[in-house]
């Protein structure tokens, strides 16, 4: 592991505060060292207080922020002397201990102090940094692992056995560093945990932080336990969409709600799922506290969910019963399935939850190989796992993640994503939760949107194959999809029937009809399995009850398609699937419509270009937003109970009325 430090990019910094905000942005860069929003850090600075009082305040990174992109703001300060009083009472509540964090930070509006904020403030040094690094944990989750870290560290760290964090933790450091500190501390290790480094500058306990772990990493190279030789992979995996959507169907019955599910299949999976000892080292915990509530349990491959959700049961009534205070019972839920077909599949109620788990999981498995290759790995009993999971401070942090959006867990796929009704579809759906796939024949779909819950997929709708590679991706990085907006389509120059170009009327009816068909034909056994049963949309057209002159290729192919869509109402109804229509009329922010056609449709009617755009009888301008509002609702429980209905968008057209 090698340090980042760069003296000149320090120098740009004014105080010890920025050192921190620099030093940790470091720490953060280290994905072997902490994950998303994992580990944490400090610095004691003396500071005078209005009345012009010297104190010295403890900044330690705070909750909502990750140290890879912290800023000064990331950091509370709390008073330090309050802490270090705190930490020699007896015994204090967790929610005393938040309550204590909370109202003894100087300025308003900081963010809460981390959990940890007590051990770093009695460890007399300056600068503090924690972090789960993979190669300690590997050493610590060991049967050996306490006499390893003896001879990888001697002298030069404290040993702390595990307990969970929180008051216990930082009372139990403060005792045994106190108790076992020698002149060559550097750092302390706290067993099937983590490691924290000290120092008097930001870079001394930046740069131990990166020693300490370094010793780890070369010690499980000599013993030949950290290079881990991984098999050649397959060039293809087979089509998963249809197992993977039926995997998210059952998953997401035992957790209550629809979740999202992540797929992936990397030669360190393949490893991990051909390992002599698979079904054994993967029923195992964690690695770390830290991610206990977001991996949760693993099932072994092949074995059925709801025998795991049963066994859940059981678990959690026995840890129940002889709790004083009994707990609400987490969603049930595994959120890591590993399966020899699909690989590894992690779940979450977000695409940023699922993707967190897999990244998370990812440390795991190399974590738990290295173990192997080492000795065996061996995590922390189940009593201790169930604790951290339910945790008063995890309980408060599930309550506060507040209410779920409209559409969480749920993924749409919108045709014609790049531009006009598509795009804004795209924003309505992400903007209520959705996991959203967007297709187009415009590249600038694949970049649209640069986020976990978004993917982008180039392809013409009117290939069969372009729409099953949409599916797959789609499906392999949302596990399937629930709602499905036809918006694709175009509008030909107008055309007398006399003077009819048939290779325009083919190409109209293939985009804006067939291409449908075929799209429909794919997702019907995927929308069949959606949790919350499967919605379709369709952008329909004012021209369906009111054609104009010179449209008869787009008209007729809008007309077909409102008759496709009520079959389909009838033949789907039975699968809970419904099909609802938007007949939109004048979106002028669309595609479609460029100035030549404006022009024209207007001197079609007769008209000025400025009467044609203010025709409707509300005199209002309809924009893309306006539809794909009203789109989104449609997905939505307003509209549970509704199928082929029609429902113009068009401020109101005198020739429909
Ligand atoms: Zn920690």
């Keep these: 592991m090698q340090s980042l430090w760069n003296e000149s990019d320090v120098a740009q910094c004014r105080d010890e505060l920025d050192r921190r905000v620099y030093s940790s942005r470091l720490l953060g860069q280290h994905p072997d060292l902490v994950l998303h929003g994992g580990g944490n850090t400090s610095v004691k600075i003396k500071e005078k207080n209005l009345l ?18 912290i800023t000064r703001a990331g950091f509370a300060p709390v008073q330090l002397d309050h802490l270090v009083k705190l930490a020699r009472l007896p015994k204090l509540s967790d929610p005393q201990m938040v309550n204590e964090l909370k109202t003894h930070v100087t300025v308003s509006g900081a963010p809460t102090p981390s959990v940890e904020a007590i051990l770093h403030a009695i460890l007399p040094y300056t600068y503090v940094d924690h972090s789960h690094a993979d190669a300690v944990i590997t050493l610590t989750n060991t049967p050996g692992g306490l006499q390893r870290v003896k001879e990888v560290y001697g002298d030069n760290v404290v040993i702390i056995p595990y307990v969970m964090p929180g008051f216990d933790l930082a009372r139990l450091c403060a005792q045994l560093f106190f108790e076992q500190r020698q002149p060559a501390t550097q750092g302390m290790i706290l067993m099937n945990h983590g490691i924290f480094s000290f120092g008097e500058t930001a870079r001394e306990s930046y740069e131990r932080m990166i020693e300490l772990v370094s010793r780890a990493e070369n010690y499980l190279q000599k013993q030949k336990a950290w290079q881990i030789s991984l098999p050649a992979m397959a060039q293809s995996l087979p089509a998963l969409r249809l197992p993977l959507t039926q995997l998210r169907q059952r998953l997401s019955q035992v957790a209550g709600m629809p979740m999202i599910l992540r797929q992936a299949y990397t030669p360190l999976i393949e490893k991990y799922l051909q390992h002599p000892q698979f079904p054994s080292i993967s029923q195992q915990g964690p690695a770390t506290p830290d991610h206990v509530i977001r991996t949760k349990r693993v099932p072994m491959a092949g074995q059925n969910i709801d025998a795991f959700n049963t066994d859940y049961q059981k678990y959690f009534n026995e840890h129940n019963a002889t709790a004083r205070e009994p707990k609400t019972m987490l969603d049930p839920a595994p959120r890591v399935i590993l399966d020899p077909q699909l690989g590894l599949c992690t779940l979450g109620k977000s ?20 173990a192997t290759q080492l000795e065996k790995y061996q995590a922390l009993p189940a009593k201790d796992i169930f604790d951290v999971e339910y945790w008063d401070l995890e309980q408060a942090k599930l309550r506060a993640a507040g209410k779920p959006k409209l559409f969480s867990g749920e993924v749409a796929l919108v045709t014609g994503a790049a531009s006009g009704i598509g795009k804004a579809c795209v924003a309505a759906l992400l903007a209520r939760g959705a996991s959203v796939i967007g297709m187009d024949l415009n590249v600038d779909i694949e970049t649209c949107y640069q986020r976990t819950d978004y993917c982008g997929v180039r392809g013409d709708v009117t290939v069969r194959e372009d729409i099953q590679r949409a599916l797959e991706s789609g499906v392999r990085q949302f596990g399937g999809v629930d709602m499905l907006i036809l918006n694709a389509g175009i509008f030909p120059a107008a055309q007398s029937i006399a003077a009819m170009d048939m290779n325009v009327w083919q190409k109209t009816l293939d985009i804006n009809l067939s291409a449908n068909l075929l799209l429909l034909q794919e997702i019907y056994p995927l ?6 049963h499967g919605r379709v949309v369709v952008i329909g057209s004012k021209n369906v009850a009111a054609p ?34 938007v007949h939109p009329d004048a979106v002028f922010d669309t595609a479609i419509w460029s100035d030549e056609i404006i022009q024209a449709r207007a001197q079609a009617y007769g008209m000025t270009v400025e009467q044609y ?3 409707n009888v509300m005199g209002v301008d309809i924009t893309s937003h306006d539809v794909a509002e009203l789109v989104a609702e449609m997905c939505g429980p307003l509209f549970a109970k509704t199928t082929a209905a029609q429902i113009p968008i068009d401020g109101g057209d005198a020739r429909v009325i």
Excluded: F
């Design 613 to 615: 755009k203010q025709r």
């Design 527 to 532: 929308l069949k399995l959606a949790p919350r």
């Design 52 to 69: 012009g009082e010297e104190r010295t305040l403890l900044y330690v990174k705070g909750s909502g922020s990750d140290l890879i992109d």
């Design 351 to 370: 695409s940023q939850d699922a993707q967190v788990v897999q990244e998370i999981y990812s440390h795991t498995m190399e974590i738990i190989l290295r």
């Design 548 to 581: 104009g002159p010179g449209a008869s290729a787009y008209s007729a192919s809008k007309a077909a398609l409102n008759q496709l869509l009520r079959v389909t109402a009838l033949e789907w109804g039975k699968d809970n699937i419904r099909i609802n229509t």
